[in-house]
């Protein structure tokens, strides 16, 4: 199998909250692209869709992984999901190597270190931002952890984890997986890593915002910190 092609499904597939490698990356060729609408995936989507039904599929995407509690915070390096327009949240990144798919909805950026994909609602709004970046067995874990505790100290700790992000995990073999997720009522987010070669891991951070009313949010009270 291509290398390239391998980490690039594995990367996809960790945005689905799915483990079961070989369905995701069936998923992602070009016949089963609406497959991974119903998966609520950043990237994926029926291209042939208006950026309204996408959206409105994205979310209804989410409904299974959405928790109870709302989010302590949207920020995701600086951004606010839901909030920051999309040019604003490339800027602030530095991200200048960038494709737009044919709904103008996906952006994705290459940097020398990741590839980023922002995901947008209609009006631009960032919905959903995910990093994909590789790094040695060796390293892997290490980051692993620093992305872990980074977004733990934001978010609280993980509400579901396969594995620990460890040597002992990630080197039990090909496609060995450690991941954590946060679950709230307007947000998801996780941190996935995948053993895809004999000394290459793949992390990917993902965030997701689930529409929900200001009203709402304030009632059940919410800190989400609006720029």
Partial sequence: MNRGRL??????????????????????APPF??????????????LDATPAQREATRVRGLEAR????????????????????VDAARAS?????????????VHECRTSTETVFLRTDEGSRLVALASVRRASLNVAPVRAAQELA????????????????????????LLAQARAEWRFVDLVASVTATRVDADEVVITLE???IPTTLAANTAAGATTRLQ
């Fill in 7 to 28: 980490v690039r499904w594995v990367s996809r597939s960790a945005l689905l909250g799915v483990t079961a490698f070989s369905l995701i990356a069936l998923a992602h």
């Fill in 33 to 46: 692209r609406r497959l991974l609408a119903r998966a609520a995936c950043p990237i994926g989507g029926d």
């Fill in 66 to 85: 959405r928790g109870t509690s709302p989010a302590p915070s949207r920020d995701v390096r600086g951004l606010v999901l839901g909030i920051t327009p």
């Fill in 93 to 105: 990144l530095g991200l200048a190597d960038c494709t737009v798919d044919r709904a103008g909805l």
């Fill in 150 to 173: 980074s977004w733990s100290a934001r978010l609280g700790a993980p509400h579901t984890q396969l594995g620990t992000f460890d040597a002992e995990t990630l080197g039990a073999g």
């Fill in 207 to 209: 965030a997701q915002v």
